[in-house]
Each structure stands twice: as C-alpha cells, then as structure tokens.
C-alpha cells in the first residue's frame, strides 16, 4: 500500500505545475454552499430539525455509508492491482494507464456519493434552516 501512495505521489508531483495552470481563481466549487452532516447534526435543534427530516437525512447518510463501503472493497483490490503492475519490470504503460483509470473512477463514485449526499441534505431542509445553519457556521449564531 505504501509503495501504491508513493508512486500516486510522484505522479501526483509532476501533474502538480499542470494543475496549478489549470486552476481558477477560486477553485472550491461548493465554496461553502453545502453543510456537513456533523454540522447540521450538532446543530439540529439550533435549526428546528424536524423528525421527518432528521429521518431522512440518516437514511441517506446510511446510503452513503455504504455505498463508500462498497466502493472502498472494490478500490482496495484495484489498488493492489496497480501495485502489481508498477511492479513488473519493465512496466506495462498500457495495463498501468488502465488501472490507473479503474482507480480513478472508484475515486470520483466516493466524491459523487458524498456530493449527492451533501446536496440532498441541503434540499430537505427549509430555506430558514439553510440561513440559520449558514449563521451557525460563520459564527454569528
């Protein structure tokens, strides 16, 4: 795992001055639109969670869970798999490339479940709650 993380790294290094050019001035997208599931949570009765809601949005963090869960059983084998072929000697560019593709793309179903999770908890609340927990937030509550 750790020779996987090292060689990531090193690829991560040289694509470092590629991303830099790349970035937009503010490169947060979500730029603090959406609400983590401990900040609402800690913040239930600040805001007027109801019980219907608070519900839902368990159920959904409890998708998400494990859909991480699953992705993560899938990721740790397409890892080992990629560490095998960096191993080989010389190194298959092509088979690398590809499961370096697999790896990539269990990457972005993690961040897409966590993205849907956070916006679908941004959408159950009320647009008094959503302003209540972004005052929360700041600190001015």
Known sequence: MIRIRSALLAAMVLAAPIA???????????NGALFSP??????????????????QITAEITKAQQKATEVAWKLQKEMADLNALLKQDPIDETAVLQALDRVLGLEREVKRAQVTLLVRMKNLLTPDQRARLRELREGKG
């Open 38 to 55: 401990e900040l609402v949570m800690q913040h239930q009765s600040d805001i007027g969670l109801t019980d219907a809601q608070r519900t």
């Open 20 to 30: 830099r050019a790349q970035q937009q001035p503010n490169p947060d997208p979500f």
